[in-house]
């Protein structure tokens, strides 16, 4: 991927949180849904990660190149497989947004 082509266009950022009895298998899935999308032609990144101070709870980030990146891994098999293995699962609540990224900047941060 060039250094253009590696910055994204869409931004998704969502929580789930989980019935307690239910965090492992999650955890399972979200990494396999992770290592599918990170294949995926326009996937700039996807991470999980479960909440530090509520372990039910679990933030996904996602970066796409564009909108049809993103619907085709939306409609890929690996994606439908892990959906409906999540969907056997107690998630007590849900929330995602999608951002559409007009430029970026990059953060100072002190070491």
Known sequence: MTEEAAKPALLISASYV???ADTAAYKVL???MAKAARARP???FLNAAQDVLDPETF???EGWAS???LNAHLASEAFQSVL???LKLRIR???GTMYLIGGA???DMPS
């Open 59 to 61: 933030h996904l980030t």
């Open 67 to 69: 909108e049809h990146d």
């Open 42 to 44: 326009g996937c700039v």
């Open 30 to 32: 979200a990494a396999r």
């Open 105 to 107: 900047q990059e953060l």
């Open 93 to 95: 609540a849900r929330s």
């Open 84 to 86: 409906a293995a999540a």
């Open 18 to 20: 989980l019935d307690p």
